[in-house]
């Protein structure tokens, strides 16, 4: 059994890895660390199959270094001991490169294993995860170490390497290969900036396509067929689930539908219908609000509605609802009057409730001014009388503030003028 193409294909250069030039161009820190040959700690931050165990690869073979490669997922601390154990063979002679892939699911005991022998140059390390390290990795190990951090390669970077891929198969298979530029598009801009998938998937249209007179055709639409599944990056337990629900709701705030739109479908597509109802009815109440009070039961129709039908159905309420929130005022003034109270509570100033908005008590005969004194605001004209409501040591504090818009504007014309009346 052959291995992946893209183990058969790897970069045997710095210039022939595709993507990370803020990594790698040249005159960048990481370059520059590398061609020293001083190699320090380094971990590498980002998506599957951006090129991270590549360079790290590249790294041994250029520092003339045993490389010796560990997964999180199935390693256990016996690996660990063996490879420390090679130090004293000839193969460690030069020194060992560990390159630890998903390092964030090796437990701070496992972790702690290795300190030892990276921290006296013994054992370089190189782990990578696609997790925020600063989340998952031990204090120890990231004190140790260098982050850097790989992106999504852009789909142009991609394209050269899908076309060296095509020729790398005519080769090895000895036969002519002919693919359309817009084939080669289509699987660029198709594998979410992921290089293994894009790679895979130009295997799969060379071995699924017909052959005729020593010629194999990729069709575009063969390659749209194969690759049209592989764009979408998405795990619920990940770095990425929070990043498309807070793009989603940062969207809705910025009043931009197409955007909020789309992450509305990147979060429906995983099947995620909690998170896109949840953000969308924190999203009216904490970014229109009082702009538009009556939006709140709209949302939350949308959003029965859309847990009644289920997916995929659940789309067309929630679409409408999204847009709505993007179109309608914005104002947060209820976020920030309900953050700003929260604070005094958090400080601890909560003072003893008025005697006049207590439930009613019974009055000790110790009491020489007996009786509640509350005033029933309806018996009044417009409703409204000045009484103390605020604790004695919160007396003056002030938390809401009218937004600028229509609605909110027209609730303070409307109070200004009654509370005018008693030089308030």
Same mark, same amino acid.
């Given at each position: 059994m052959?291995?992946?193409?893209?183990?058969?294909?790897?970069?045997?250069?710095?210039?022939?890895?595709?993507?990370?030039?803020h990594?790698?161009?040249?005159?960048?820190?990481?370059?520059?660390?590398?061609?020293?040959?001083?190699?320090p700690?380094?971990?590498?931050?980002?998506?599957?199959?951006?090129?991270?165990?590549?360079?790290?690869?590249?790294?041994a073979?250029?520092?003339?270094?045993?490389?010796?490669?560990?997964?999180?997922?199935?390693?256990?601390?016996?690996d660990?001991?063996?490879?420390?154990q090679e130090l004293s063979?000839?193969?460690?002679?030069?020194?060992?490169?560990?390159?630890?892939?998903?390092?964030?699911?090796?437990n701070?005991?496992?972790?702690?294993?290795?300190?030892?022998?990276i921290e006296?140059?013994? &054992?370089t390390?190189i782990?990578?995860?696609?997790?925020n390290?600063?989340?998952?990795?031990?204090?120890?190990?990231?004190?140790?170490?260098?982050?850097?951090?790989?992106?999504?390669?852009?789909?142009?970077?991609?394209e050269?390497a899908?076309?060296?891929?095509?020729?790398f198969?005519?080769a090895?298979?000895?036969?002519?290969?002919?693919?359309?530029d817009?084939?080669?598009?289509?699987?660029?801009?198709?594998?979410?900036g992921?290089?293994?998938k894009a $790679?895979?998937? !130009?295997?799969?249209?060379?071995i699924s396509?017909?052959?005729?007179?020593? !010629?194999?055709?990729?069709?575009?639409?063969?390659?749209?067929?194969?690759?049209?599944?592989s764009a979408?990056?998405?795990?619920? +337990?990940?770095?990425?689930?929070?990043d498309?629900?807070?793009?989603?709701?940062?969207?809705?705030?910025?009043?931009?539908?197409?955007?909020?739109?789309?992450?509305?479908a990147?979060?429906?597509?995983?099947?995620?219908?909690?998170?896109?109802?949840?953000r969308?009815?924190v999203?009216?109440?904490? +970014?229109?609000?009082?702009?538009?009070?009556?939006?709140?039961?709209?949302?939350k129709?949308?959003?029965?509605?859309?847990?009644?039908?289920?997916?995929?159905?659940?789309?067309?309420p929630?679409?409408?609802?999204? &847009?709505?929130?993007?179109?309608?005022?914005?104002?947060?003034?209820a976020?920030?009057?309900?953050?700003?109270?929260?604070?005094?509570?958090?400080?601890?100033?909560?003072?003893?409730?008025?005697?006049?908005?207590?439930n009613m008590?019974?009055d000790?005969?110790?009491?020489?001014?007996?009786?509640?004194?509350?005033?029933?605001?309806h018996?009044?004209?417009?409703?409204?009388?000045?009484?103390?409501y $605020?604790?004695?040591?919160?007396?003056?504090?002030?938390?809401y503030n009218?937004?600028?818009?229509?609605?909110?504007?027209?609730f303070? !014309?409307?109070?200004?003028?009654?509370?005018?009346?008693?030089?308030?």
């Amino acid at each position: 059994m052959s291995s992946p193409l893209a183990d058969r294909i790897r970069p045997q250069t710095l210039d022939e890895i595709v993507g990370q030039k803020h990594l790698l161009s040249e005159g960048k820190p990481l370059r520059k660390i590398i061609e020293s040959g001083e190699i320090p700690n380094l971990i590498f931050y980002g998506p599957s199959g951006v090129g991270k165990t590549t360079l790290a690869t590249y790294i041994a073979k250029k520092t003339n270094r045993t490389l010796k490669k560990l997964n999180g997922t199935t390693a256990s601390t016996a690996d660990i001991r063996a490879v420390v154990q090679e130090l004293s063979t000839f193969s460690g002679f030069g020194g060992i490169l560990l390159y630890l892939d998903e390092i964030q699911y090796f437990n701070k005991k496992q972790q702690q294993t290795l300190l030892e022998f990276i921290e006296d140059g013994r &054992i370089t390390l190189i782990a990578s995860t696609t997790e925020n390290p600063y989340f998952y990795v031990y204090n120890a190990i990231l004190s140790r170490s260098t982050v850097f951090e790989f992106k999504p390669v852009e789909a142009q970077e991609l394209e050269p390497a899908v076309r060296r891929a095509v020729d790398f198969l005519s080769a090895e298979k000895n036969v002519q290969i002919e693919i359309s530029d817009d084939a080669v598009r289509t699987i660029a801009s198709s594998c979410g900036g992921d290089v293994r998938k894009a $790679l895979n998937a !130009v295997e799969l249209c060379v071995i699924s396509s017909p052959e005729e007179d020593g !010629v194999r055709k990729v069709s575009l639409e063969h390659a749209k067929e194969l690759s049209q599944q592989s764009a979408f990056r998405y795990d619920r +337990d990940s770095d990425e689930h929070y990043d498309v629900i807070s793009a989603y709701q940062k969207s809705m705030r910025g009043s931009d539908p197409d955007a909020a739109l789309h992450y509305l479908a990147r979060l429906l597509k995983a099947g995620d219908l909690p998170s896109a109802c949840r953000r969308l009815m924190v999203c009216a109440c904490e +970014d229109v609000g009082l702009a538009y009070p009556q939006i709140i039961p709209i949302v939350k129709s949308c959003v029965d509605i859309a847990q009644a039908v289920g997916l995929p159905e659940a789309k067309l309420p929630l679409a409408d609802a999204v &847009i709505l929130v993007c179109l309608a005022p914005k104002s947060n003034s209820a976020h920030d009057a309900i953050a700003a109270a929260m604070a005094d509570v958090d400080a601890g100033k909560a003072g003893a409730i008025p005697r006049t908005l207590q439930n009613m008590h019974y009055d000790g005969a110790d009491n020489k001014n007996p009786g509640q004194f509350y005033q029933y605001p309806h018996s009044f004209p417009d409703h409204y009388l000045p009484q103390q409501y $605020l604790p004695d040591n919160l007396q003056g504090s002030s938390y809401y503030n009218y937004g600028d818009n229509k609605n909110e504007q027209a609730f303070k !014309v409307y109070w200004d003028r009654i509370k005018g009346k008693y030089g308030i």
